[in-house]
């Protein structure tokens, strides 16, 4: 399995528009993070998990030219507005595009981005896509995929784990019936937006507590602001805890 940290900025973006902290002025290319998104491919499918305000660039930055399905984890605006990009998967795959995720996250897509549902032609065209609400553990052509019910501040929204890597993105908390699904993880990604607390994100330090209390192999952070940067906190985290980077990407077995 491969896995690609196609972004890993909260919603808008590091560097942010206007914005003069050493940060967002950072040289360190490690500092620039488009929005939070994950490619994985794995037993011949490529899936997509979220398509982020970024995904155009993002997709052409790794050749993705393939895309069997696309998870999604909630519906805030950094995680579904490149939905219109999958437009260009429908052309060059000849395929509809399969979507899963909860009842609320599609039900809110398919209501903020009512032209592409809404059965009527459009000359310029629109991304044809096949809704599917899942409950529970589920198949793409051979790949178990599991989503993990996560809290994002009131919302519960889906994280997924496929094979022994999970991602947690956007998470403010784990309700204990979701740990047993964590356990025996060889890459957990979660989100850590910032130090300072945060009520729809786990900060810094709980998102170390929770790394703690779940033992994978690997953890990498995501869905970082820019109070956070990179170097600072790679010396800072506990071993066995990275910050990612947008292109980041890691090898792990079936
Ligand atoms: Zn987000
Ligand atoms: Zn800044
Ligand atoms: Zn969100």
Redesign the pocket.
Known sequence: MKVIILGCA??TGVPIIGCTCPICTSENSKNKRTR?SLYVETRGKNILIDTSTDLRFQALRHGITKLDAVLYTHS?A??THGIDELRTYNFMNRMVIPCYGNSQTLTNIESNFKYIFDGVRSAGGKPNLEINVINGEFNIGGVTVMPVEIYHADWMIYGYRIGNMAYL??CSGIPEDSIDKLRGLELLIISALRYRPHEAHLNVEEAVHTVTKLKPGLAVFT?MGHELDYDKLLGELPDGIVPAYDGMEVELGE
């Open positions: 909260t919603s939070c805030h950094d995680h993105t956007d869905h």
